[in-house]
């Protein structure tokens, strides 16, 4: 399956962003769909999943409350929206597909290829 990102953008601190994860290749809903992100200098992390029908998700503790994970099987898209923004949040943000319902990224078999987030003070 191949998945291709998008939706980044430059954002102020409190501010939203809608990030949106096209599938092609293979349907979506074979798939336990995460976001992870990288900022500089740091390793990627986890930062949401969704499982193959949408009826359970899981965050990580820095992003819950704020941000919401959704997919539409039907459109072959995972979103992310981002509220409440934060400078911290401030890096490239990958959609990733795994067959586990897992939030470790070697789990994940696919990757898109990033969009960058970058959220001002």
């Known amino acids: 399956v191949q998945l291709q990102a998008s939706g980044g953008g430059l954002v102020q601190a409190g501010g939203s962003l809608r990030l949106s994860c096209a599938a092609s290749?293979?349907?979506?809903?074979?798939?336990?769909m995460g976001w992870f992100r990288q900022a500089p200098g740091k390793e990627r992390e986890f930062v949401a999943r969704?499982?193959?029908?949408?009826?359970?998700?899981y965050y990580t503790s820095s992003v819950k409350g704020r941000f919401t994970i959704s997919r539409d099987n039907a459109k072959n898209t995972v979103y992310l929206q981002m509220d409440s923004l934060k400078p911290e949040d401030t890096a490239i943000y990958y959609c990733?597909?795994?067959?586990?319902?897992?939030?470790?990224?070697?789990?994940?078999?696919?990757w898109g290829q990033g969009t960058q987030v970058t959220v001002s003070s």
């Open positions: 969704i499982s193959w029908s949408g009826a359970n998700t």
């Open positions: 290749g293979r349907t979506l809903s074979s798939y336990v």
């Open positions: 990733a597909a795994s067959s586990r319902y897992s939030t470790i990224a070697a789990t994940y078999d696919f």
